[in-house]
């Protein structure tokens, strides 16, 4: 199975910065997508940022030029650099990963969540 383990949320305050983690860990053979969703109270999950095994990236239109997805192979790890942070930002961010256990089962693993909180 795969282990998420996410950390770096909080509570910033408008226009502020936060970054995200996520460590990867398990029985796994490979790993293709890595991303990040959040949900906000009241409101269905949505997909923030993706990050492809080579680095391909795509981004909701509600953060582009505001937040950046990065990925470090080797450790298993996908980051979200969070600036010029918005109250609408507030919500509890998820990581997703998509890969290949070393059974060869293909799996679709989430993190238990991380809350960030943007507010004055």
């Known amino acids: 199975q795969v282990q998420l383990v996410e950390s770096g949320g909080g509570s910033v305050q408008p226009g502020g910065s936060l970054r995200l983690s996520c460590a990867a860990s398990?029985?796994?053979?490979?790993?293709?997508?890595m991303g990040w969703y959040r949900q906000a109270p009241g409101k269905e999950r949505e997909l923030v940022a993706t990050?492809?095994?080579?680095?391909?990236?795509r981004y909701a239109d509600s953060v582009k030029g505001r937040f950046t997805i990065s990925r470090v192979n080797a450790k298993n790890t996908v980051y979200l650099q969070m600036n010029t942070l918005r109250p609408e930002d507030t919500a509890v961010y998820f990581c997703?990963?998509?890969?290949?256990?070393?059974?060869?089962?293909?799996?679709?693993?989430w993190g238990q969540g991380t809350q960030v909180t943007v507010s004055s």
């Open positions: 997703n990963v998509q890969g290949w256990l070393r059974s060869y089962v293909k799996k679709d693993s």
């Open positions: 398990g029985s796994i053979l490979s790993i293709d997508a």
């Open positions: 990050i492809t095994s080579g680095g391909s990236t």
